[in-house]
């Protein structure tokens, strides 16, 4: 006896309880995390600067009876930022919007593809103006790289760059960035292992590394891009590379209180509310849609030079 089809009886619609699309873990990003975020209120401004050697310096002098003491002083400088703003917006037009299925939610799904655009833009500025050549006072490449297991020695590359730190500024080293393939290849190299196999059951990871290696901090930059343009075949990486950098970072910053380097946020971008990444929405009526758009006003600034140092290519 005949029956009805599967087709005949089912027309297939979309589920609204699921939707698929890709936003990565804000914890894969790492701009808003190594150095302190500043709030100011004014797009560009000055801040002071003071020299680092007269602070180091060893000038006081025996002093005899009646005779005046040994003196000194410093220059205090000055140093300027300037927030660069980026903007992002995805339209969405009454014909879509009266035609959308559940569980598309269009003005919520623009916010966060707005938002996620405008991390990479943080994310990839961050790389660009702190986690590369030509912009710490050390930049080296390892002799032999810590993924070649046999002959490399990364816990002395890194020491050495903990005393270099320390010997030409005064400060200890507190924070280690590590690109993702850095992480990988330093989680299994038996010089970490060998620090834990009598002492800890777990599997190396971040928290470990940071013990073993004395640091307060190490932080794993596991954001992606797609490095193809648009309409070719997709192709993506790890937007920090093959990289480690160590660096001193303000726990809490002030006035006299030293940093490898500051994000500075300007406030007016959210209207005074000190977001750093403000959405708004409004009614384009030409064109019969509504905008939603993103925007952020950031400066990534090196504050002192000789507090970061930089392991370019440290793996293969």
Known sequence: MPQPSQAQVH????LTN???????????????KVFPMIPVDKKSDLFFTYPLGQWLADDAQKRRAGTESAGSGYPVSTDSYACEKYS???????DTRNNADDP??????????????LMQRQENQWVTDFFTTSVWSTDL???NLWSD??????????????????KNTGFEANTLVLGYKVYRQLMRHPDFRDQIKYTSPENVNAALLAKILDVERV???????RTSLEGETNAFDFIHGKHALLLHVAKNPGVLVPSAGYTFAW?????????????KRFRIERLEVDRVEGSTAFANKVISAPLGYFFNGAVA
């Open 11 to 14: 027309v297939n619609r979309p």
């Open 219 to 225: 932080l794993v930059a596991k954001s992606v891009k």
């Open 18 to 32: 699921i939707s698929v699309a890709f936003l990565q873990n804000p914890n894969n990003f790492v701009w808003d």
């Open 267 to 279: 406030r007016g971008v959210s209207g005074g509310m000190g977001t750093n990444i403000a959405i």
């Open 104 to 117: 598309i939610s269009l003005d919520r799904e623009a916010t966060e593809f707005i938002t996620q655009t």
């Open 141 to 143: 490449t390892p002799t």
């Open 149 to 166: 297991y046999t002959s490399s020695d990364p816990l002395t590359d890194i020491d050495t760059g903990k005393e270099t730190i320390l």
């Open 88 to 94: 992002f917006h995805k339209d969405v037009d009454d």
